[in-house]
């Protein structure tokens, strides 16, 4: 089957955003499954993320169809600068998920968690996608389980390497930036035609969510610093 360079692109940017964005998820998946039976772990696992995958296409799906709304590209694309900019702050958050000795509750505890705490990648992935459905649900398919049995390794190297978070930032920016030029609404309002000033905007910024979340880190580092 044939696949165009714009898909292609869309689809290499989905798997990525999901990568950034799921490290919490693997978390989730461990905690909720930690009690149960170990022949039992792998099924909680297999049909928590599969119920996690499901959810994750349709809401973005349902997304993409409101991308179509006036204005709601600019909401989103608003929404990703914000996210982009998260990616960088160096912070970590406690994720309390109830564990279960039940392999329904497991189950059930998995795909509720996932569906709360992946507002972020289903609008980034919505707004990757160029409107292909199809691109979501392969892209989604793919990055879940590497995110889910590669989610350790992956944390250490991002650990270790810090730009790749700057390089997941810049693609969540620069999408954000794109979904917000690509409203025709807003387009409208400030008579802006589509041209190179579209692709100066979203670059612009990128550059400027790169800039602040490196500013927040330095200074956030300076300051322990100063505490030490």
Request: aromatic share 8%; no cysteine; proline share 2%.
């Amino acid at each position: 089957m044939a696949i165009s360079s714009e898909a292609l692109l869309a689809l290499l940017k989905i798997i990525a955003i999901d990568i950034i964005l799921s490290g919490d998820n693997a978390v989730v998946i461990a905690m909720a499954t930690r009690k149960l039976p170990k022949h039992q772990q792998n099924k909680a696992v297999f049909w928590g993320t599969g119920g996690a995958v499901f959810l994750r296409i349709l809401f973005a799906a349902i997304i993409v169809f409101l991308l179509k709304i006036p204005f709601v590209h600019l909401a989103g694309g608003l929404l990703l600068l914000w996210i982009a900019y998260k990616v960088l702050i160096e912070h970590e958050e406690e994720t309390a998920v109830q564990s279960s000795d039940r392999l329904l509750k497991a189950i059930t505890t998995i795909i509720a968690a996932d569906a709360v705490m992946s507002l972020d990648n289903v609008v980034a992935i919505a707004g990757a996608s160029e409107g292909h459905i199809g691109i979501i649900t392969f892209g989604v398919a793919i990055s879940i389980p590497i995110m889910i049995f590669g989610a350790k390794a992956i944390m250490k190297i991002m650990e270790k390497y810090r730009w790749i978070a700057y390089v997941g930032s810049g693609i969540l920016a620069w999408t954000g930036g794109k979904m917000m030029m690509e409203d025709k609404g807003f387009m409208q309002l400030l008579h802006f035609r589509e041209g190179p000033l579209m692709y100066a905007v979203s670059a612009g910024l990128t550059i400027f969510v790169l800039a602040a979340g490196y500013i927040t880190n330095k200074r956030a580092e300076s300051e322990q610093g100063t505490i030490m």
